[in-house]
């Protein structure tokens, strides 16, 4: 897009908008000597502070401190970027935006093109004849005639060229193919529809552009959810259905519901739940938490968390907690999805579940406890073990620490001891629990390929043991499930007894004995004196580095000379260990 057309077209806009009649569209304005003003919509308050001055073409609000132009409110308010707001005021003042030619040519424009050609196609079908079986199941579900233009509905009749002979001389056949609206076979090169005998939901962005389409079969048929492919306009991970509709909704109720299907996304809206998006058959990515960010932070969750991939769910979820959403999950009667349910119970029912909403540790924690037999105290640790790391991704730990009784009391905790160390664990965000409490103490770690071969060194070799024994120094190998099983090592042979795996995996935690089963299964060759002893090297040399990088860190903290004298001293000596142990390495 040129830039001066841009800035023209910006100014012509600027000039031609209202701030005050495009505020008093959003809040009620009252009149104050030259000036309006208004509770602000951006903070809350109870005596009005936001101010609009007409003559100026400004806002803001004394107590908040915002304040701008008329793009700065609808951006603002809309929660738009730049250019959704520029092409929101332009459009309601009539003035047309200029289309740069690298634009139009760009192959997000040609997929746009297409897709309105598309929908005007779509929407005549289902009101011909062969869209029969299209109304009926529309007007089955109860969706009449004003929810289907709202909503764009429209219909694909059976049929492998319809819509192909429809676009035929309208767009060139090669766009159609790059909006994923025609497919092409590989083996002859032809191309037919790709949506047949399909009610067709049109899926818009944010600008209300028509970037893409989602079609379900009518009777029995696969896959029930067909939606455009990926194309140059159209991401399933950046897109939701029903979110431009949803957007007031959004912001009046705080939350967002979200549920699977388009029928459900429409029939709570027609409810009058309005704050209600679907997702596009995909899991949550980075895309989606980036465009609900900008509504809420509060996801309500409608789909059954165990239908179909629990753990693809599951991992959605965990997208949405590590981002800082609060995610509450509602549970319907089985055999009920939301269309169903508001149909029956109207938007009061569906609200009342609303508010029952479980928050998803809770809700996770009654699946677990449903599935772990928690009568016993290896069950109760187990399904702890599988909650602990959902809620170490809760950042705030008050909310962690109100989990606590919670996870006490599904799971019918009583034990004191593990009921501390239960919350210590939830403190620290730490994933996993003991039952020993002493290997719970060590913060749960990676073990490296060089501490693997040491400990393979160490049971493999009854030579190289003895050696090595001796060349470990205390710290060499950090606190955790290695240093344990070093540790039990060397007691045995303190004691004179045969290293055998058996004997030291039954003198060691869980935790530990696990990790030494699974380093005596690798398929690696026994490791040898001179590999133990690299191992060793390796980890010393890491482990100095680190230090060296801890003092180095305190000395540009700065402080009394006298602390600084000492971690001089500690640098020089440190740094020396480091080139004795490269030049032994070398040598
Ligand atoms: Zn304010």
Known sequence: MGGRDRSDVVEVVRASADLREIVSDYIPLKKSGAK??????????????????????????????VGG???????????????????????????????????????????????????GYFREQLQRSGGEAARKYLASRG????????????????????????????VPEEHAVLAG??????????????????????????????????????????????????TAAFSKGENLYGLPLAKEGIRKQGHLVLVEGYMDVIALH???????????????????????????????????????????????????????????????????????????????????????????????????????????????????NEVLPFLARLDNPVQRAGHVEMLATVFGIEDRLVLQELATAVRERRKTLDPHGAVAAAP????????????????????????????????DIEPGRVAEIVKAIRRSVEKGEDVTYPRIGADVSDPARDLLTRIAAASHPPASLEEGRGCLKGLRASR????????????????????????????????RRI???RDASAS
């Open 444 to 475: 749960a770690r990676g073990v490296s390929e060089s501490e693997a071969r040491l400990v393979r060194a160490l049971m493999d070799d009854g030579e190289a043991r003895g050696v090595l024994l001796g060349e470990i120094e205390e710290d």
């Open 36 to 65: 309006f003003r208004a509770l602000c919509p951006f903070h809350t308050e109870k005596t009005p502070s936001f101010w609009v001055d007409a003559d100026k073409q400004l806002f803001y609000c004394f107590g908040c401190g």
């Open 544 to 575: 100095l580095q680190r230090q060296m990088g801890e003092i180095q860190k305190r000395l540009e903290g700065g402080g009394e000379a006298a602390l600084i004298d000492e971690l001089l001293r500690r640098k020089v000596m440190l740094k």
């Open 270 to 384: 027609r409810a009058g739940v309005t704050e209600a998006v679907g997702t596009l058959g995909t899991g949550f990515t980075a895309g989606h938490v980036r465009l609900l960010k900008r509504f809420t932070d509060r996801v309500v969750v409608n789909f059954d968390p165990d239908a179909a991939g629990r753990a693809a769910t599951k991992r959605s979820l965990e997208v949405l907690l590590e981002n800082g959403f609060e995610v509450v999950v509602v549970a319907l009667p089985p055999g009920k999805d939301p269309d169903l349910y508001v149909r029956e119970f109207g938007a009061e029912g569906y609200r009342a579940r609303l508010a029952e909403a479980l928050p998803y540790i809770e809700y996770l924690t009654r699946e677990v406890a449903g599935r772990v037999d928690v009568a016993q105290t290896k069950g109760k640790i187990e399904a702890l």
């Open 143 to 170: 969706l009449g005639r004003e929810t289907i233009e709202q909503w764009q509905l429209g219909f694909a009749p059976d049929g492998w060229s319809g819509l192909k002979s429809h676009l035929a001389g309208k």
């Open 69 to 119: 132009d008329v793009f700065k409110f609808v951006m603002l308010y809309e929660k738009m970027e730049f250019p959704e707001a520029l092409k929101m005021l332009a459009g309601r003042y009539g003035i047309p935006l200029p289309v740069g030619r690298r634009e139009e040519n760009s192959d997000r424009q040609k997929v746009l093109a297409v897709n309105r050609q598309a929908v």
């Open 579 to 581: 080139e004795a142990l």
């Open 181 to 230: 609206l025609l497919a092409r076979k590989e083996e002859t090169g032809r191309t037919y529809d790709r949506f047949r005998d399909r009610v067709i939901f049109p899926i818009l962005n944010l600008s209300d552009e028509m970037v893409g389409f989602g079609g379900r079969v009518i009777g029995a048929g696969e896959p029930k959810y067909l939606n455009s492919p990926e």
